[in-house]
């Protein structure tokens, strides 16, 4: 006790000392943002002692190490997660208030990491955690966006993006590094000779030089030493690389790299900057590694033994041309030698099983900003031909997977072709990239092909957001779970306890009213805590469905209104999603689910029994509010659409029961809780797949035969919901005169029956509180630990550092 009285009396003197030193004023007129700026650099200096030895274990004992290279890194605030992994936020909490400080304001104040957009990067996020948690040496290598995706406002009903200014009081746990800055060339030309060595010898003259600066950030581990890296790469002005009279054009063009995530690549200079910032990122990043381990081993032939990189989507795939140009042009090796340490470092996690998500470049693009390493991809491609026909037998498939055709560059055959294993991230989903979107791959490399069922972080997920479960979860199974999120399951022994239902749902309605009052604080909403919360938050995009979601909540308005007698059990159906800006499609779907929100919450009849809550700008920090709330977790996008989700855990983890069709994850929910204690509905995968086959699907078979569905999308244009017609023609269009590409008309009557099922277990309160622990004690197998674990062990070969 007198240790803790210690620590704390010594963190407030220092908090006071710092606050004088680096403002020039004592600690009562500090300002709160100086508060907040002093708190996060006490608490990075501090991870900094563990970050420093954490380097040094690895340095000694020549660990090998992955670094994880990935367009987005979702991390969300830091401060509470990294007070908490250090076991330190008890102590902090006391001595800022017995300064009269409250803690929580702080924490308030950071905003989140503007590091990217949806699921790709809070994965990323998530593993960085679990690395570092599991004592794992993973580092993670992306870039420094000045300014996030941007940050949605709802103005008249539609969706408008302003600058997310996430670095407005900067990032206080970011540590700028030039001594690690590489140069990175784009443009120009490419001049190649034989040397006297028999060697070739290759000068690169660019049109373009940047500097890439990194920015580091410590991943702290929870209750270790181990503190992993986050390194950003930030573009600056090179030097030399410009005269003075150009200096306003070069330093635009250097600046807008790092400007903003995913450029619009509508525009062809939108594309270009995209791949300009793919290739920035992994050259500064593999120049780095590749000096680290020349600094402790003095040679390369040992590279892929020493080092994994992991490819998270076909965004950082260039890593494999610009590592072969390094040992190729800098280390003077003979190709196979470079191919088989190419190959034996990178591993490819495919995301999508849409085929038009895997990214294409034209080759003009590549040849123009990156001479050198599309020479390379050229022989790449060539020699991959060539096996194909002389080692493989297999001439049928040289156009289907070449890596250059019809005028582009095929990322995602390069990633296969480059790696030594790729992963999907759910079982039906890589079961579709085996038999359908890369099958040709899968039949020439089967043992390339393996599952990494996604998973999420329980500390940020379950501990840290949701305290009040964590609670009830100690006092019934022990704290063992906190460390060991596999010893969920343990909660099945208690699932029937009926003292345990109630103390869960009393759990709930706390968690719900404090979404409650987020809701009204921010949209002046009132909502029935009493109600059914029913939530789909995610990325907003036409396979996801939030269209049948808002269909069905049209079609019990109409059926209210037109009968009287017929009333639903209270729910409150609440949106959260973002649509890319030049998604028209998308954006129209947020603009449909605001109008009949004014129709439904002003409407006295039906506004007591139904209420339609849309969030804006949805994020990290809304998320952790929002998925422990829920009592309904939609997943309803189109079966074999969907590559796994994460959003389904995190509501799986906190009680939510899975609404969904059995895609992405949900198969693998619904395996452990079974179809008992989840709402499945609608078409398989195999339905969906042999509708297309044999294009036997006809959407105005469904219109006609149904007087529900046909009311439903004749109100999209019929001034319903909108004064003007022309507001919801691109929806009506997309579902009636392109087929119902997502076969929402399809899976209409099969989810509304569902949502009916839903209010019926709702009613039963014992019932509903053991499906929600069942869930929670199944959600275990899905902590990204056990990915992490699987990940470590079948793919990276990396072990645990001993500190």
Known sequence: MANTL???????????????????????????????????????DYASINWSDSKNAVAESKSKQMYYFSMEFLMGRLLTNNLMNLGVYDVVKEGLAELGIDLNELEDLESDAGLGNGGLGRLAACFLDS????????????????YGLFKQKIVNNEQVEVPDQWLSLGNVWEVRKPKHAVDVKFGGHVDMWMGEDGKAVVNHYPSLVVRAVPYDVPIVGYDTKVTNTLRLWSAEVADDACDAASLNEYVNEVREICRNVYPDDSTEHGKKLRLKQEYFFVAAGLNNIIKTH???????????????????????????????????????????EAWNITKKTMAYTNHTVLSEALEKWPIQYVQELLPRVYMIIEEIDRRFKYALSHEFGRTDLINECAILKDGQVHMANLAIVGSHSVNGVAALHTEILKNDVLKNFYEIYPSKFNNKTNGITHRRWLLYSNPQLTKLLEKTIDSDFKKHPEKLENLMKYVDNEDLQKEFMEVKMERKKILAKYIKDTLNIDIDVNSIFDVQAKRLHAYKRQLLNIMNIMHLYFKMKEDPSYRIYPRTFIFAAKAAPSYTFAKEVIKLIHCVADKVN???????????????????????????????????????????????????????????TMDGANVEIVERVGMENAEIFGLRADDVALIHRENSYDVWKKYHHNPEIKRVVNSLIDNTFSSDPKDFKLIYNELMFKNDEYLLLADF???????????????????WARMCLVNIAQSGYFSSDRTIEEYAKEIWNIESVKM
């Open 749 to 767: 009557e099969a989810y509304v029956h569902a949502q009916n099922r839903v209010e019926e277990r709702y009613k039963d309160r014992k019932g």
């Open 294 to 336: 020349m600094e402790t081993y003095g040679t390369l032939s040992n590279f892929a033994e020493k080092n994994a990189i992991q490819l998270n989507d076909t965004h950082p795939v260039l890593c494999i041309p610009e590592l072969m140009r390094i040992l190729l042009d800098e280390y003077k090796m003979e190709w196979d």
């Open 6 to 44: 210690e620590i704390k009396e010594q963190f407030k003197e220092d908090f006071k000392r710092r606050i004088v030193e680096r403002y020039g004023r004592p600690l009562e007129q500090a300002h709160i943002t100086e508060k907040y700026m002093t708190l996060g650099e006490m608490v990075r």
């Open 131 to 146: 690395l570092a948690s599991l004592n794992l040496p993973g580092n993670g290598n992306c870039i420094r966006y000045e």
């Open 602 to 660: 002003n409407d006295s009849d039906v506004s007591p029994f139904m209420k339609v809550v849309f969030i804006p700008n949805y994020g990290v920090s809304i998320a952790e509010i929002l998925m422990n709330a829920a009592d309904v977790s939609e997943q309803i996008s189109t079966a074999g659409k969907e590559a796994s989700g994460t959003g389904n855990m995190k509501f799986m983890m906190n009680g939510a029961i899975t609404l969904g």
